[in-house]
């Protein structure tokens, strides 16, 4: 181990009615605040989910979409809800011209689809009034909340591409200087929007004032969507994609979730697991590059099996290579917000919000204070490819929250912003809790490593002697003592115990807070 520190991100905390871990206080709060009131997972994940919307916009927002996976154990099954956006109906390669797509603007919107999830989640799970689920919401929104060092780190490294979109600068440099960490953030626009949400339910977001509004903003500054689009958007209940590693069960978002690259990459770690700290980081990166290599760009084919998994001939070539190919890698890490819920009851509840990369398009509509995505950029233009732009279709997406079973009932949830490394962040921290059986937030703080854009890894300080040096002997470019600000995600994860105490621990890499009782 180098000289380098690495900040301790532990923040764990037990309790034996309800457990709640999500991106900021002040939405774990408003979970629990729900709970103890009498309301479902689902009721509390809304609450929490749309104070997440006011108090981390570069994160989620209304423009957003999200996904879900949820527990229920009166009917002892696990449930998905795809609440992810469709790209508009005059999207097509052809829209873009030669420069191609984005990579910020108006241009860059899928449909938002994250108030069509909280509609699906209450009508089938919730208990308490939908218009009581977003009055913390619209308080924060109207009374303002100080800024998080979050946002301010998020601002003094956005690009001029971003700054430069049409009401950015009124949301976040009002009077022309960017917000500092503890300035006020007032809302009053969104404040006004969630009201109507409240009022009248999803169909006020999706065919009344604010999908008129949103319609107006994108014709005005040149964008693709209107208000045909909004109509047609939808949440869709589905089947998990599960798969066994040992004696647990894995559950994940199907397809166009990436959430089936984690699988696959803990299928072929399972013969890897009883090996030493090194050689088993050394299996886990390589069997990650490979599964990026195989299967990124099939999550989008409607005729690939899943889950998919490596034939072991595959990883023992690759462990053993001494020269191997960098991965097609990822776009730009995103930024993402998430959601962790249990009760007593058994049932639980991991969910996955955002607006793709930091502040999205960048675009802020003034009527309704709204930041839209730039999801519309993880499509391809290749006619040839099953991720290509169509419209009212779904991108490849990298939102992946997930649930591990054993014995027929959960023991452990999670969640975890960034990118594509969602599915690797996952691994480790399954890994370290599942089968080395660490406490949660020992799994969680434990060093990490990451893939970039372009194929290098990044190790974090700590890791077991020898790895770096065997990695580039493989041909493999290594970063060592690496404290990126995105890439190694902020783990948020509930964990049952066998005794039924609910451990919660949040990754304080980024902002998260757990709260139990």
Same mark, same amino acid.
């Given at each position: 181990?180098?000289?380098?520190?690495?900040?301790?991100?532990?923040?764990?905390?037990?309790?034996?009615?309800?457990?709640?871990?999500?991106?900021?206080?002040?939405?774990?709060?408003?979970?629990?605040?729900?709970?103890?009131?009498?309301?479902?997972?689902?009721?509390?994940?809304?609450?929490?989910?749309?104070?997440?919307?006011?108090?981390?916009?570069?994160?989620?927002?209304?423009?957003?979409?999200?996904?879900?996976?949820?527990?229920?154990?009166?009917?002892?099954?696990?449930?998905?809800?795809?609440?992810?956006?469709?790209?508009?109906?005059?999207?097509?390669?052809?829209?873009?011209?030669?420069?191609?797509?984005?990579?910020?603007?108006?241009?860059?919107?899928?449909?938002?689809?994250?108030?069509?999830?909280?509609?699906?989640?209450?009508?089938?799970?919730?208990?308490?009034?939908?218009?009581?689920?977003?009055?913390?919401?619209?308080?924060?929104?109207?009374?303002?909340?100080?800024?998080?060092?979050?946002?301010?780190?998020?601002?003094?490294?956005?690009?001029?591409?971003?700054?430069?979109?049409?009401?950015?600068?009124?949301?976040?440099?009002?009077?022309?200087?960017? $917000?500092?960490?503890?300035? =006020?953030?007032?809302?009053? *626009? !969104? /404040?006004?929007? +969630?009201?109507?949400? @409240?009022?009248?339910? #999803?169909?006020?977001?999706?065919?009344?004032?604010?999908?008129?509004?949103?319609?107006?903003?994108?014709?005005?500054?040149?964008?693709?969507?209107?208000?045909?689009?909004?109509?047609?958007?939808?949440?869709?209940?589905?089947?998990?994609?599960?798969?066994?590693?040992?004696?647990?069960?894995?559950?994940?978002?199907?397809?166009?979730? $990436?959430?089936?690259?984690? =699988?696959?990459?803990?299928? *072929? !770690? /399972?013969?890897? +697991?009883?090996?030493? @700290?090194?050689?088993? #980081?050394?299996?886990?990166?390589?069997?990650?590059?490979?599964?990026?290599?195989?299967?990124?760009?099939?999550?989008?084919?409607?005729?690939?099996?899943?889950?998919?998994?490596?034939?072991?001939?595959?990883?023992?070539?690759?462990?053993?290579?001494?020269?191997?190919?960098?991965?097609?890698?990822?776009?730009?890490?995103?930024?993402?917000?998430?959601?962790?819920?249990?009760?007593?009851?058994?049932?639980?509840?991991?969910? +996955?919000?955002?607006?793709?990369?930091?502040?999205?398009?960048?675009?802020?509509?003034?009527?309704?204070?709204?930041?839209?995505?730039?999801?519309?950029?993880?499509?391809?233009?290749?006619?040839?490819?099953?991720?290509?732009?169509?419209?009212?279709?779904?991108?490849?997406?990298?939102?992946?929250?997930?649930?591990?079973?054993?014995?027929?009932?959960?023991?452990?949830?999670?969640?975890?912003?960034?990118?594509?490394?969602?599915?690797?962040?996952?691994?480790?921290?399954?890994?370290?809790?599942?089968?080395?059986?660490?406490?949660?937030?020992?799994?969680?703080?434990?060093?990490?490593?990451?893939?970039?854009?372009?194929?290098?890894?990044?190790?974090?300080?700590?890791?077991?002697?020898?790895?770096?040096?065997?990695?580039?002997?493989?041909?493999?470019?290594?970063?060592?003592?690496?404290?990126?600000?995105?890439?190694?995600?902020?783990?948020?994860?509930?964990?049952?115990?066998?005794?039924?105490?609910?451990?919660?621990?949040?990754?304080?890499?980024?902002?998260?807070?757990?709260?139990?009782?």
């Amino acid at each position: 181990m180098t000289g380098m520190s690495r900040p301790v991100p532990r923040a764990a905390v037990f309790g034996r009615r309800r457990a709640v871990v999500t991106g900021h206080h002040l939405a774990s709060q408003s979970a629990l605040h729900t709970l103890r009131a009498g309301g479902s997972l689902a009721d509390a994940m809304i609450s929490a989910s749309a104070v997440l919307t006011v108090a981390l916009p570069h994160a989620t927002s209304l423009g957003g979409c999200g996904m879900m996976l949820y527990y229920d154990a009166a009917a002892g099954t696990v449930q998905a809800l795809n609440g992810t956006g469709r790209a508009p109906g005059l999207a097509g390669p052809g829209a873009f011209g030669d420069g191609g797509i984005g990579p910020r603007g108006p241009s860059t919107w899928v449909v938002p689809g994250l108030v069509r999830l909280w509609e699906q989640a209450h009508r089938r799970h919730g208990r308490l009034p939908w218009a009581s689920l977003l009055e913390d919401a619209v308080r924060h929104a109207a009374d303002g909340l100080a800024c998080s060092s979050e946002i301010h780190r998020n601002l003094k490294s956005a690009r001029p591409a971003v700054v430069r979109q049409p009401g950015f600068d009124t949301l976040f440099a009002p009077g022309g200087q960017p $917000l500092s960490a503890g300035d =006020l953030l007032r809302q009053p *626009a !969104l /404040a006004d929007t +969630l009201r109507r949400i @409240a009022r009248d339910g #999803a169909d006020a977001f999706y065919g009344g004032s604010i999908a008129r509004s949103l319609d107006a903003f994108s014709r005005t500054q040149g964008g693709l969507l209107r208000l045909d689009d909004m109509l047609a958007q939808r949440a869709d209940w589905a089947l998990p994609v599960s798969l066994s590693v040992r004696d647990r069960h894995i559950h994940v978002m199907p397809p166009n979730s $990436l959430g089936v690259l984690m =699988l696959a990459q803990l299928d *072929a !770690l /399972a013969p890897y +697991l009883d090996e030493a @700290a090194g050689p088993r #980081a050394i299996a886990q990166i390589q069997i990650a590059r490979l599964c990026l290599e195989t299967f990124q760009r099939k999550v989008a084919d409607p005729a690939a099996p899943w889950p998919a998994t490596l034939e072991p001939e595959q990883v023992a070539r690759r462990l053993a290579s001494v020269a191997d190919p960098a991965p097609s890698g990822a776009r730009d890490p995103g930024d993402t917000a998430g959601i962790v819920l249990a009760d007593d009851q058994g049932n639980a509840l991991a969910m +996955l919000q955002s607006v793709f990369q930091p502040f999205g398009s960048g675009c802020v509509d003034p009527e309704t204070g709204i930041l839209m995505n730039n999801r519309l950029i993880e499509f391809d233009l290749d006619p040839a490819s099953p991720n290509v732009l169509g419209p009212g279709k779904r991108p490849v997406h990298t939102l992946n929250p997930y649930i591990v079973m054993e014995g027929g009932r959960p023991v452990m949830l999670g969640v975890s912003p960034g990118g594509v490394s969602q599915t690797t962040t996952g691994v480790q921290v399954i890994t370290h809790a599942c089968f080395e059986g660490l406490p949660l937030a020992e799994a969680i703080d434990a060093p990490r490593w990451s893939i970039t854009r372009g194929g290098d890894i990044l190790l974090e300080p700590g890791f077991a002697a020898g790895v770096a040096r065997r990695l580039r002997e493989a041909g493999v470019p290594v970063e060592e003592d690496s404290l990126h600000e995105f890439y190694f995600g902020s783990a948020k994860a509930i964990r049952v115990r066998p005794d039924g105490t609910l451990e919660a621990a949040a990754d304080l890499r980024r902002q998260a807070c757990a709260l139990a009782d």
